[in-house]
């Protein structure tokens, strides 16, 4: 395994509970392969409930619960793969049998440290750096660990700005990290939402480990956001098709005055989500950029 590839979807908490489940290891090599056709098939297939994806010499290992897998849907992913002159091949075998948690902790999962300020680290790292900022998680998913680029733009936000006495949104919030910290710096009352029962479930466990207790959590999507709010800051680290689809609600659900923060996407997209902003109502203020993927800030 080269690196993990995170993207959009949470990856390896399905391992955690792999005595219980069977999965199916789907490899996808990929021509060409490079990092942004490996990423467009992990974004599509976890459409079609595959859960977790490695990138591998050749292109990407995905996980699929048995019980939910649908090679036709598979197939018709492959047939009509959006990005031009690319080949998708696919082999499909049974996951082998190991301790994922052993693995995770092993291999993946590393303290990150953002500057002097900010440390993400699990209870089993020893002799982390002492930073103004230690947030301690429970390793069931990657994606919102901090290593990936788009987490890390959006701390590195979220370290800058004024959240004494804020009311904050953390739409998508994986392991709820984003929230945790916005806590930390001051904000008086935060609401997490994720389409995931187990990012729910997960950043319940990292409130307790950081003695959060003034963020409200469930199981949602933005549809979800009529009843909430509104709100000082919204972050919606996502990707750019649903932040395009979903941006009215949230503007809908900020308060004037109120800056959202974007993330998930390209510098490329920036125009378009822009474009959409705007049309919406909002100012744009920045972006940040980190090998190509991209933090802007928005004021209603």
Not at 29 to 52: C, H, K, Q, R
Not at 274 to 284: D, F, K, N
């Amino acid at each position: 395994m080269k690196r993990i590839c995170i993207f959009v979807y949470r990856f390896f908490h399905l391992f955690i509970n792999q005595t219980l489940m069977k999965y199916f290891e789907v490899t996808f090599t990929t021509s060409p392969n490079n990092e942004i056709v490996n990423d467009v098939v992990s974004a599509l297939a976890g459409e079609i409930g595959f859960e977790s994806f490695v990138e591998c010499e050749n292109g990407v290992q995905a996980y699929i619960q048995q019980q939910l897998f649908d090679e036709e849907s598979l197939k018709e992913m492959v047939d009509n793969f959006p990005l031009p002159t690319t080949s998708i091949r696919y082999t499909i075998q049974e996951a082998e049998d190991k301790d994922w948690n052993e693995e995770w902790e092993k291999n993946f999962f590393q303290p990150i440290v953002i500057g002097d300020r900010c440390c993400i680290h699990s209870t089993f790292h020893k002799d982390t750096p002492k930073t103004e900022y230690e947030i301690l998680i429970n390793p069931q998913m990657a994606f919102g660990t901090g290593h990936h680029q788009t987490t890390r733009l959006i701390i590195s936000y979220l370290l800058d700005i004024d959240l004494q006495d804020k009311t904050v949104l953390d739409m998508g919030c994986g392991t709820s990290i984003l929230a945790i910290l916005a806590s930390m710096r001051g904000a008086k009352a935060l609401t997490a939402i994720d389409i995931d029962e187990w990012c729910v479930n997960n950043s319940i466990d990292n409130f307790a480990l950081n003695h959060i207790d003034n963020i409200k959590v469930f199981q949602g999507d933005a549809s979800s956001l009529a009843a909430e709010g509104p709100f000082d800051i919204i972050i919606a680290n996502i990707n750019r098709n649903i932040l395009l689809a979903d941006m009215q609600y949230y503007v809908a659900r900020m308060n004037e005055g109120a800056e959202i923060y974007f993330s998930g996407f390209y510098e490329s997209d920036l125009p378009l989500i822009q474009a959409e902003a705007e049309r919406l109502g909002l100012r744009y203020l920045s972006h940040r950029v980190e090998k190509e993927w991209t933090a802007a800030q928005f004021v209603k």
